[in-house]
């Protein structure tokens, strides 16, 4: 199993909390689209074999893209990978761009699954996150998706900001299951340095983020969504049976996948490479053929902090043979002794292999960083 992330790095507007790499200098997509693609064809040989099981569109919001765009993109990947009809093909999108047109439009290019930044069903926090639609537009756009056959939408959510009470949290939960959608990811809204809503608090316009009323919003997001037959597969993720993300479970499960487009990660099994987070300098080396990544060979430490970080978060857990096999006897040890005190504490469980408890899954980094070695 292997995938396809292409990072698009723009967006139309700036939301307060957001600081992934975007840029709202949109007169230079053409040129960034013609690096995409030089990317691609630069790095057709980074996976093993050239069939891939998912290709992802994120950003950034790949929405802004236009047709043209999307046709040298396509034309690119069709040239370098093969993929099966059913293969995933995710596109994230912002429901102001969903019109009749682009959703078709997308469909015509294969996409079979849309991820759709609604966040909020309030006007007010929508407007306080500086997102371009309403609630109504998220409704519409979801629904105008389905009308035209898409059948395997996903919705993110965020909570925890001042406008959500555990009142209004369980309503904008029961909101987005009415929707009928297949998957909710769903955010702890966190403060971030450099982000209008991190210059807020540092200046004391905003408050910080109140920690126990985001936990106790996180067990009402458990409790609703499993009540709705919703799995909880990985911390952020829930899904109906059958449609957990395939792209992000590649991620999860330690599959290989090849990022393109600025501020992209790839993996190979051996080493990790990630691009220059910076529009302009991309360009610039993909033109000129100069360097625009890093390389980072890891260690058996490094693998061992990674699978533990990335599988702790997932209903598929720690397995314990994997690590005696594939790092060791002294990982092995750690990783059993550790994990003896949160199994007492009820936080850890041991199915077939580790996974967290509901309770385990409120501090999942913190026990994460004490199984590290
Ligand atoms: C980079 S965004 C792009 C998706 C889409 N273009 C949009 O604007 O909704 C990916 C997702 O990360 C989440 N996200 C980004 N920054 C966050 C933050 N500071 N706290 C919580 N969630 C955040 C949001 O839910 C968002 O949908």
Redesign the pocket.
């Known amino acids: 199993m292997q995938g396809i992330y292409l990072h698009i790095p723009f ?1 139309r507007k700036a ?1 307060t ?4 790499h ?1 840029s709202t200098q949109l007169k230079t997509k053409t040129d960034l689209v013609d690096a995409l693609c030089k990317e691609i064809e630069l790095q057709k040989d980074f996976l093993r074999t050239k069939n891939i099981n998912s290709i992802y569109f ?4 790949p929405s802004v893209l236009e047709k043209e765009e999307l046709d040298k993109i396509f034309t690119t990947l069709h040239k370098n990978f093969t993929w099966d009809k059913d293969a995933e093909i995710t596109f ?3 429901p102001d761009d969903l019109t009749k047109e682009k959703l078709l439009e997308l469909k015509t290019f294969g996409v079979n699954r849309l ?1 759709i ?1 609604l ?1 909020s069903f309030d006007d007010d926090e929508l407007k306080w996150m500086n997102r371009l639609h309403t609630s109504q537009q998220s409704v519409d756009a979801v629904k105008l998706a389905q009308e035209l056959g898409f059948k395997n939408i996903s919705i ?3 909570y925890g900001s001042k406008f959500q009470t555990i009142e209004s949290w369980k309503k904008t939960l029961e909101k987005a299951i009415s929707l009928g959608v297949q998957h909710i ?1 769903s ?6 340095g450099k ?1 209008a ?1 991190g210059s807020a608090v540092k200046a004391g316009k905003e408050k910080a983020i109140d920690d126990e009323k985001s936990a106790e919003q996180f067990m009402v997001l458990m409790d609703v969504l499993h009540n709705n037959n919703f799995e909880h597969y990985e911390i952020s993720n829930f899904a109906l049976k059958g449609f957990e993300a395939v792209h992000n479970t590649n991620y999860w499960k330690g599959a290989q996948y090849l990022g393109i487009g600025p501020s992209a990660h790839s993996f190979n099994g051996v080493s990790r490479q990630w691009n220059v987070s910076n529009n302009p300098i991309y360009i610039d080396a993909l033109k000129h053929g100069t360097e625009y990544f890093e390389t980072e060979t890891l260690s058996k430490l490094n693998r061992y902090n990674e699978y533990v970080l990335t599988r702790l978060r997932t209903k598929w857990g720690c397995d314990l043979n994997y690590i005696k096999k594939e790092f060791g006897n002294t990982f092995a040890e750690h990783f059993e002794e550790t994990s003896a005190q949160f199994l007492i504490k009820d936080l850890q469980q041991i199915d077939s292999n580790y996974s967290l408890t509901k309770m385990g899954k409120l501090m999942a980094d913190k026990i994460a960083m004490e199984l590290f070695m």
Do not use: K, P
């Open positions: 967006c939301c909390y957001c600081d992934f975007f994120g950003g950034g919001t994230e999108c912002n991820s930044g966040q993110d959510l965020i990811s955010y702890n809204l966190t403060v971030e982000t809503l």
